[in-house]
């Protein structure tokens, strides 16, 4: 209860302060040297400790991009630049997150690209690796839902939207699924529903 983060584009990650009824900056100490720190892609807090957050930082896709780890609820960082672009301030920085740690690992967390496909860590956010699996390349988010992972990916004329039943090893088309629309976000209810909306951009 109480937990609120924001990301804007370029203008930082805040969080709610429910004490004082206002919205903490969370990244003021950002250099202009660094600033592409400031277009946040996406965050992701850890379900089973409100304290560990994950922010995906990097303005545009041909430039920089940093991971910002926190267990501290977002007062303190460990930095991680990675090797794939972040698009904080592109078209579709409204869309779901592209971020999400694991429920049953929180060293595991993934990171859905626009450009190069899906990533994870293994240590907390430090190293990064590509998913071979994955048969996307653009993806828009994902999130957890028991032992399964879904992801869904900005393409349309073909299925958008992958499930993996064994953490990430291997992918397979939702069945059912349009491919008329590309998604846009995606939701799990809390009767454990999955809500999918879509787009033609």
């Not at 967390?109 to 994870?120: N, P």
């Amino acid at each position: 209860p109480d937990v609120r983060y924001c990301r804007t584009d370029m203008g930082g990650a805040y969080r709610w302060d429910d004490a004082i009824g206002e919205w903490q900056p969370l990244l003021d100490w950002v250099s202009l040297a660094d600033n592409y720190l400031q277009g946040v892609e996406s965050i992701a807090i850890d379900p089973n400790d409100p304290q560990h957050v994950i922010m995906a930082c990097g303005t545009y896709t041909m430039s920089a991009a940093s991971m910002l780890v926190s267990h501290d609820g977002a007062r303190s960082f460990r930095r991680s630049d990675v090797p794939f672009g972040t698009g904080g301030n592109e078209n579709g920085r409204g869309n779901g997150e592209r971020l999400m740690i694991s429920p049953r690992d929180p060293a595991v967390a993934y990171m859905a690209t626009r450009l190069e496909g899906l990533w994870r860590t293994l240590d907390d956010g430090q190293n990064w690796s590509r998913v071979s699996s994955f048969p996307v390349d653009n993806g828009i988010g994902g999130l957890f839902e028991g032992d399964d992972i879904y992801v869904a990916s900005s393409v349309m004329g073909a299925p958008s939207v992958h499930v993996s039943h064994d953490q990430g090893e291997s992918w397979s088309a939702v069945e059912g699924q349009p491919t008329r629309l590309m998604p846009t976000h995606m939701v799990l209810s809390s009767d454990r529903c999955l809500y999918i909306s879509y787009a033609d951009s």
